[in-house]
């Protein structure tokens, strides 16, 4: 969806709301410079979204000229969470605000990791039967990645594990 500001005033509109305003003019389907001025406007390009924490999100906040003198779209980041009080008068602060929506990222995290290590001791279940043709040796290493596996809800970085944070297999 391209955008145009006019030079004049600074209003932002989108192609087709241009065309509107100019209902009795023919338009071509390009806009090259000789249309852009005889609409006197000048088109706004795209530019990256703010950089932003985890706890922020990138916002369209209009217009501005860059170092170029090209305009851009202008982005802010702003704050995901601010402190509130409900009809009942009780306060939430931000802090708390964040702490829960951290509470429910790690939460769907966990569950990730529990599905992938899940997968991983039923993937090797057959290691640990009688039958199995592991000597013992082999059988006692891979019960020991077992272990390590079903041990990884205790480690410090649980649910934010990095792949070295996995047991390797034997």
């Given amino acids: 969806m391209s955008e145009y500001r006019e030079r004049t005033t600074g ?14 003019m023919s338009l071509p389907k390009v806009w090259k410079a000789a249309t852009l001025d005889a609409m006197n406007v000048d088109p706004v390009l795209a530019s990256p979204a703010a ?4 706890y922020q999100i990138s916002v369209r906040d209009g217009v501005e000229q860059d170092a170029k003198g090209n305009w ?7 704050d995901m969470y601010a402190d509130t009080t409900d009809e009942d008068g ?12 951290q ?24 290691t640990q039967m ?11 290493a891979w019960a020991t990645y077992r272990n390590e596996l079903r041990n990884l809800p205790d480690d410090d970085a649980w ?11 034997p």
Avoid: C, M
Avoid at 11 to 24: I, L, R, S
Avoid at 51 to 54: I, K, P
Avoid at 130 to 140: A, I, R, V, Y
């Fill in 90 to 101: 009780k306060k939430t602060t931000k802090a708390e605000h964040e702490a829960a929506y």
């Fill in 51 to 54: 950089t932003t924490t985890a």
């Fill in 130 to 140: 009688n039958d199995s043709p592991l000597s013992n040796e082999d059988k006692t």
């Fill in 72 to 78: 851009v779209e202008k982005y802010v980041a702003k």
């Fill in 103 to 126: 509470a429910t990222l790690d939460a769907k995290t966990a569950e990730g990791h529990r599905i992938k290590r899940n997968k991983l001791l039923d993937d090797t279940d057959w």
């Fill in 159 to 169: 649910p934010n594990l990095s792949d070295e944070d996995w047991p390797v297999s």
């Fill in 11 to 24: 209003e932002v509109k989108t192609q087709g709301q241009w065309k509107a305003d100019f209902a009795n």
